[in-house]
Structures are given as structure tokens and as C-alpha cells.
T-cell receptor, first 114, second 114 residues
Framework: DVKVTQSSRYLVKRTGEKVFLECVQDMDHENMFWYRQDPGLGLRLIYFSYDVKMKEKGDIPEGYSVSREKKERFSLILESASTNQTSMYLC?????????????FGPGTRLTVT | GENVEQHPSTLSVQEGDSAVIKCTYSDSASNYFPWYKQELGKGPQLIIDIRSNVGEKKDQRIAVTLNKTAKHFSLHITETQPEDSAVYFCAATVYQTGANNLFFGTGTRLTVIP
């Protein structure tokens, strides 16, 4: 079974802190994604990566950055956390190739910024 | 970019009844339409998908229909059971830059009443 793990289920951080959210997948997938999930807004893509050291902006990249130094690991970074970044963050991975490959999601990290 | 709208936002049905969730998309180039189910405390998981060369697909109690002309697709769950209670997301995708970016709807919270 594909397994996508996220470093924390719950995080509480203060405004202005630098926050790292880690995601690891164990199926040698090329593609990895970071989404945020908010009530009434669904899942919105923050950043994605289709190869090691490659990254592409999604729909809402402002205030975030990412790092992919190894194929299995994709990190989301909040340079200076703000209260409007309080949300559920979901990581996903998929095989490369055509656009119809299943995305496998981690359990999510609920981040609260106070 | 692609815009996916999903209705209703909440749906309550009696156990054994059918449930229908509807989505529309804006980009006529979209050619792959997955549905994801998110149970409490978990990440979304693919339950069924349909490609643009097919009008309907069934898998036991769930089915998806696609109308390319009208740019809408629907999820049908028959003989609903309490374990069907979850949040359901539709999505559409246009293949780009080696990764399959999914554009998600805003989600439908389905409650099956025993």
C-alpha cells in the first residue's frame, strides 16, 4: 500500500514563526503536492513538484515556499506564519506520466497560528 | 484555469436511499474526472474516476456519469449505508508540465441516517 506520512497531525505556532511541514511517501512517486483545505473552499493547491529539486506554484503560493531535496520528501515552509494560514494542510503524491494517475493523500496537519 | 463547482454542500439521506452529487467544470480541455472520499481524520481517497471518452462508469453501489457537452459530471451512490457518511470531492484535470494537477470542487458532506 502507498503510504504518505505527515510529520505532525496538529501544530500550534505563533504569528511570525517559521513553520516546517514535512511529508514523506514510500512509493517512489515522482509527483508531490501540497494543498490546504478550508471549509467551503475545498482543496486548493499551494505548490507541487514533479521531480527532485523541481517546484511549481499552484493556485495559492503566496506566503509559502517548498523544498524537495530527496524524491520521497516534500516540505512546505511558512516563512512567517500569519493567522490566515490557520488551516488543514494535506500532502499528496502520484506517479508521473499521464494526468490520470491517482493522488495518494496523507492524513493532514491541522495548523493553528495564534 | 479550471473552475469546478460542486453541489450540494451538505446532503442528508436515509439509509438505503440514493445520493447524488453534481459538479460542473469550465475548461473543455479537461479529460479526467476523479471522485475522492474523505472520512473523518483522514486524507481524501480515490473512489471512482471517469475519462472523457466514457459517459458512465459503475463500481458496485457507486456510479459516475459525464456529460461533456454540458460540462458536468455526477456521483451516484445507491443503497446508502452509514459508512458512506463522509465528505466527497469531485475534481477535474488538465495535464500539464509532467504533473497531474487536480482542480477540486468545494466538497459535499454526506450524512447517512440509520
Amino acid at each position: 500500500d502507498v503510504k504518505v506520512t505527515q510529520s505532525s497531525r496538529y501544530l500550534v505556532k505563533r504569528t511570525g514563526e517559521k513553520v516546517f511541514l514535512e511529508c514523506v511517501q514510500d512509493m517512489d512517486h515522482e509527483n508531490m503536492f501540497w494543498y490546504r483545505q478550508d471549509p467551503g473552499l475545498g482543496l486548493r493547491l499551494i505548490y507541487f513538484s514533479y521531480d527532485v529539486k523541481m517546484k511549481e506554484k499552484g493556485d495559492i503560493p503566496e506566503g509559502y515556499s517548498v523544498s524537495r531535496e530527496k524524491k520521497e520528501r516534500f516540505s512546505l515552509i511558512l516563512e512567517s506564519a500569519s493567522t490566515n494560514q490557520t488551516s488543514m494542510y494535506l500532502c499528496a503524491s502520484s506517479l508521473s506520466g499521464t494526468g490520470d494517475n491517482e493522488q495518494y493523500f496523507g492524513p493532514g496537519t491541522r495548523l493553528t497560528v495564534t | 484555469g479550471e473552475n469546478v463547482e460542486q453541489h450540494p454542500s451538505t446532503l442528508s439521506v436515509q439509509e438505503g436511499d440514493s445520493a447524488v452529487i453534481k459538479c460542473t467544470y469550465s475548461d473543455s480541455a479537461s479529460n479526467y474526472f476523479p471522485w475522492y472520499k474523505q472520512e473523518l481524520g483522514k486524507g481524501p481517497q480515490l473512489i471512482i474516476d471517469i475519462r472523457s471518452n466514457v459517459g458512465e462508469k459503475k463500481d458496485q453501489r457507486i456510479a459516475v456519469t459525464l456529460n461533456k457537452t454540458a460540462k458536468h459530471f455526477s456521483l451516484h451512490i445507491t443503497e446508502t449505508q452509514p459508512e458512506d457518511s463522509a465528505v466527497y470531492f469531485c475534481a477535474a484535470t488538465v495535464y500539464q508540465t509532467g504533473a497531474n494537477n487536480l482542480f477540486f470542487g468545494t466538497g459535499t458532506r454526506l450524512t447517512v441516517i440509520p
